[in-house]
């Protein structure tokens, strides 16, 4: 018997860049406006609302007040999750699915200039960490420089994922990073913490906004879109542990709990996988973890990926490295993946993988979330 | 229609003062979690989900729950984390609720962790949940805001200062009989009138304590909940409102929101005349008024007439409908963990494990009420239930 799923009946993105374009309940507003018009879905027509942000991304406390009024929750059911926007997808599929929300909005802005640094640093360990001076960069180059020595990665297939993304980044009109860098001007980079150069890590905030209206399968027909389809997520968690983070289990739990769920049985089948990788190395990582190749074949599924060979996108957005946003950039993949869902030539492919993880805080003791998509 | 969701398990830490507060976080985190799986003799790994909710500024450590090493990462359990500023309790068991009756989870944690014991200016980070352009600069707190709505009742109604003392004093009796309570010191009628002013017209034992303790609640689907206790307590509806971000649009005279809310999850369970209806009560009341503001808002009583409740003893300890036999926010809020907390005390009424503020007779349904974000924008509520 095949799961239940929900539809995603809507969904806009507020183009993202290095300067905010206003506040968060305006692009938020904005945002979700939009989205409900594609879906033909009126305000009161919204059971609950589901945000995706960090107070320390938004330089307030219960920054959810804001955020979600402007997205339509003025006398409704609200809730505010912080893991990412995978996971507030996550939160609407699960009320829908109880029965609780007949059509959801999920809704994220990132607008507020904040020091990424800073706030990685003070969501580490008050005791030992903090006064390391233990931030996002410093995390990740600690697992880039171990999972590099345990797996024997040189930098060129480090390099060539990087490559990958910014290419796909500079043609989406969406992405904030547009240089389509290639892996020579990557290699060529400064080093700025072993073994991460400036372009293998994603050291920008990246502006905008991103909106997704969901609603129970049996009420999807009463809209004016062709839905794409939840129809497997899975969550799980790193401890803070060396060995728990190089094995990429929370991944490996994430995708493994999202395949059951939709029956995927060879998610290298996907249209398009769009990963959460704001270092280079860790998208490298989860390439196995992810399924979609046995550990030591990344360079040939890069290869293929990069050639359109295998008929799988990686990060066809341009994925982290070209747009970070750390509130908001799990809904932006979200909808990345629907619309390479949406046009992309079916060819006997339906499926779309997405990955998400509350990474820009560091990596110990990160969630991770892996959404399968699929066409009707 | 959704599968039956139950509480299962509540574990409680101990509840102190944030001064006298000499534990790490996860020693409070690991207390209260170990309390609830040790008497259902369950181990966190058992579990599918943990729902944590906190509220980042006031821990003085963003996200913490990524590093407590309690919450079965080892095992690899998805660690949610919710936050909705005062209402974060009762969002997250909501969150688990969902999660349970979509059939996607048998059985979560839900945690809510002691908000307050790192904080050092609490009324500068709550300010900061305020508009930044209007209201922040106005230098609103959480007790500025009981005061406004305090004073606007007993204008609008004509009742005296005394009403809220009387409503104060019935809250410090029933906490001094719980021993979960942080402040149990039973202060009476007397002893709250001659406590000092603070913001007019409430005085200092109208306003809560800031506590140091955690709460959490295991919730388990209708098969493993038979299976795990003989007392379940059901879930029959939980739900949340939301109001204006800008503040400036209340009347500060009723929580109508609130009362909107109370409506839609009465339809559900068929609720006509809550008075009679439920047998036991846990209201958000960070401020003595604030209780009497919900029973009007909950349809206990006309508006302007809550304080009649209280003269007459209805909602006391022996009452047609006793509210916050614990002794409610007012004695014990160690921030998040209070929304909660309410929701735990409804459970272990209606389990019979209340202890010395067992309320009496055989209590079936109770209700529980969570309050927070800016200015009061959020409200949480739940209906619970033995069969």
Redesign the interface.
């Known amino acids: 018997m095949q799961s239940p799923r929900v539809a995603i009946v809507g969904y806009a993105l507020e183009p993202y860049s290095g300067v905010s374009a206003g506040y968060a ?1 305006e692009l938020g507003y904005r945002v979700v406006r939009c989205a409900r018009e594609q879906a033909g879905v009126s305000r009161e027509q919204v059971s609950s ?1 589901h945000n995706s942000t ?3 991304f938004d ?4 920054s ?3 955020l ?3 997205a339509g ?11 990412g926007g995978v ?1 507030a997808v996550i ?1 609407a ?8 929300s007949e059509v959801a909005v999920v809704s994220s802005a990132d607008t507020v200039t904040t020091d990424l640094l800073s ?1 990685s640093n ?5 005791y030992f960490e903090q006064p390391l001076g233990l931030n996002f960069l410093t995390s990740y180059a600690l697992f880039s420089s171990a999972w590099m020595d345990r797996c024997q990665f040189s930098e060129d297939v480090i390099a060539a994922a990087a490559e990958n993304s910014f290419r796909s980044g500079a043609a989406n009109e969406y992405a904030h990073v547009k240089d389509g860098l290639s892996r020579y001007d990557v290699l060529k980079s400064d080093l700025i913490a072993w073994p991460l150069r400036a372009h293998t890590v994603a050291m920008q905030h990246s502006y905008g906004a991103a909106a997704v209206i969901l609603a129970a399968e049996s009420a999807a027909e009463k809209f004016e879109v062709e839905p794409v389809f939840v129809s497997g997520f899975g ?7 060396l060995d ?1 983070w190089l094995a990429m ?2 991944v490996r ?2 995708a493994a709990a999202a395949y059951a769920m939709a029956g995927v049985t060879s998610p290298a089948a996907a249209v398009a996988v769009e990963i959460n990788a704001p270092f280079a190395p860790f998208e490298v990582a989860a390439y196995s973890a992810l399924g979609l190749c046995s550990q030591g074949s990344e360079a040939e599924l890069l290869r293929s990926a990069a050639t359109g060979g295998n008929g799988m996108r990686i990060n066809p957005s341009g994925g982290t490295l070209c747009t970070n946003a750390p509130n908001s950039g799990g809904l932006f993949r979200v909808v990345q993946a629907a619309m390479a869902l949406q046009d992309a030539p079916s060819r006997g492919r339906k499926r779309a993988i997405v990955h998400d993880s ?1 990474l820009s ?1 560091g990596v ?4 991770h ?1 892996v959404l399968v998509l699929e066409k009707g | ?2 599968r039956r969701v139950a509480v299962v398990g509540v574990g409680y830490s101990d509840y102190t003062s944030i001064r006298r507060e000499t534990r790490e976080k996860s020693e409070i985190a690991r207390s209260a979690i170990r309390a609830a799986l040790d008497d259902l003799e369950l181990s966190l790994g058992e579990l599918d ?1 943990v729902v944590y909710s906190s ?4 821990e ?8 407590l ?1 309690c ?1 079965g ?2 095992a ?10 005062g209402t974060g309790g009762a ?1 997250a068991l ?2 688990a ?3 349970i ?4 989870y048998e059985l979560v944690l839900v945690y809510a962790g002691s908000t307050f014991n790192a904080v050092v200016d609490m009324q500068q ?2 300010n ?2 305020m508009d ?1 352009i209007f209201e922040k600069p106005l230098g609103t707190g959480a007790i500025t805001i009981g005061a406004w709505y305090a004073s606007r009742y007993l204008e609008e109604y004509g009742w005296e200062e005394e009403e809220l003392a009387r409503m104060a004093a019935q809250s410090h009796a029933h906490a001094a009989r719980n021993s979960h309570a942080h402040l149990r010191h039973g202060w009476t009628f007397d002893d709250v009138m001659k406590s000092r002013m603070v913001s007019w017209p409430l005085r200092e034992y109208e306003i809560c304590p800031a506590s140091s303790g955690a709460t959490c609640i295991v919730l388990a689907s209708q098969a493993r909940a038979c299976n795990l206790t003989s007392t379940p307590v059901w879930i029959d509806a939980i ?7 800008l503040s400036g649009y209340r009347e500060y005279l009723e929580f109508d ?1 609130l009362a ?1 809310l109370a409506a839609e999850l009465y339809s559900q369970c068929a609720i006509t005349d809550p008075l009679n209806d439920f047998d036991v009560a846990e209201l958000f009341n960070p401020f003595a008024n604030f209780e009497l503001l919900e029973y009007e808002a909950l349809g206990f009583c006309g508006k302007g007439e809550a304080p009649n409740l209280v003269r007459e003893g209805v909602t006391a300890m022996g009452g047609k409908l006793p509210v916050n036999p614990s002794g409610g926010t007012l004695c014990t809020n160690s921030g998040i963990a209070a929304s909660l907390t309410r929701f735990a005390e409804v459970a272990v009424q209606l389990m019979g494990k209340a202890g010395d503020h067992q309320v009496s007779g055989e209590p079936k349904r109770g209700i529980a009420h969570a309050w ?3 200015n009061g ?2 409200h949480g509520l739940g209906i619970l239930s033995r069969d």
Not at chain 2, 101 to 104: F, I, P, Q, R, V
Request: proline letters at 3%; aromatic letters at 10%; hydrophobic letters at 40%.
């Open positions: 309940e609302v960090m107070d320390l330089g307030v406390t219960i959810n007040g804001i979600g009024p402007a929750g003025y006398g409704r059911d609200s809730t505010r999750v912080q893991n996971f939160s599929c699960a009320a829908i699915l109880s029965g609780a706030v003070f969501s580490s360990s008050v969550m799980s968690t790193f401890a803070d542990d728990d289990s929370a739990k994430s509350d805080l110990a003791g990160s969630s979330a | 229609m959704a989900a509220v980042d500024g006031f003085g450590w963003n996200r913490c729950e990524r590093l090493p919450f990462q080892h690899g359990l998805p660690v949610y984390s919710v936050h909705t500023g969002s909501k969150e609720w969902h999660m009756a979509a059939e996607l980070i709550l900061t949940a930044p739900g949340s409102s939301t109001d204006t971000f929101m909107a927070g974000g800016s924008q959020f």
